[in-house]
């Protein structure tokens, strides 16, 4: 019992020592965060940019410019910002020391040069009649349907996705190989997750269309993005028009269904959906 008494106390005092360190590095993070003052300019005119987005990388936190292009966003050292508007080239900021020490920032950001792709104009033989003209012309052959026991709608009318056998089936199976990606890197798992939760990052993303974000979260380019998507059996037509939330959305309902699936707690019969018991 006398034994025990000494490395008890050494316990306790271990134990005091370590939780005391960590209510400081956590007060000191806490300390560390200040507010970023900038103002968004052309980088030609001068002009003040409304409404540009201003994300925070780091803590997945974004806010938009007022009509002087000013904007105010907590941040601390290392965390990177993420600056867009539409129709200009975005720009990624790294926060250090001197750029907290109160001074207001002029970012000036260069207008994008975009190409027009050529358009090709079909006719569908319409007679001017609405009734008969509204049958004759095309309609999205994908419909969406809910299945039992997953959160993910499902678009049915296109093949069937792509069965990958063999010791190499994650280099090739997008969903598979993006599943265990983001097993590894469970902080970006988490990021996009508070991205479509919080009111002010679910209202950015809903605006934007350009997948940036998302694909620097993921590591991942544009090609791969849209594969991963259409392997999660959504059609060509969402992949283009959807809004970046849109597409969060799809990517995490995406990874918790096949989650359920390699886990085991959802069966893969229940992704074979009888199209007719459905309609």
Excluded at 39 to 53: C, E
Excluded at 103 to 130: C, D, F, S, Y
């Amino acid at each position: 019992m006398q034994k025990l008494i000494p490395t008890l106390l050494a316990l306790f005092l271990c134990f005091s020592v370590v939780h005391g360190q960590t209510e400081t590095d956590i007060t000191r993070n806490q300390d560390s965060i200040k507010i970023l003052k900038g103002r968004i300019i052309d980088v030609n005119d001068k002009m003040p940019l409304q409404s540009a987005h201003i994300f925070n990388m780091n803590t997945a936190e974004g806010t938009i410019t007022n009509s002087n292009g000013d904007f105010e966003i907590p941040a601390q050292s290392n965390d990177t910002l993420h600056i867009s508007y539409i129709g200009y080239q975005s720009i990624k900021l790294k926060i250090t020391n001197d750029l907290l020490r109160g001074n207001e920032l002029e970012i000036a950001i260069h207008e994008k040069t975009v190409e027009i792709e050529e358009v090709t104009v079909k006719v569908h033989n319409l007679i001017g009649v609405l009734e008969i003209d509204a049958k004759n012309v095309p309609m999205d052959k994908f419909s969406r349907i809910h299945i039992e026991g997953l959160p993910q709608t499902y678009e049915i009318g296109r093949p069937k996705a792509r069965e990958y056998t063999g010791v190499g089936a994650a280099l090739f199976n997008p969903v598979d190989f993006w599943y265990t990606k983001f097993g590894k890197k469970p902080k970006e798992l988490k990021k996009l997750k508070k991205l479509k939760e919080q009111d002010n990052s679910r209202d950015m993303m809903e605006e934007k269309f350009s997948r940036e974000i998302l694909m620097d979260y993921m590591d991942m380019s544009r090609k791969e993005l849209d594969d991963l998507l259409k392997e999660c059996n959504y059609s060509d037509s969402f992949v283009k028009k959807a809004s970046d939330l849109q597409i969060i959305e799809a990517v995490l309902e995406c990874y918790e269904n096949y989650k359920a699936i390699k886990e085991g707690t959802v069966s893969k019969e229940k992704v074979r959906v009888n199209n007719e018991n459905k309609n």
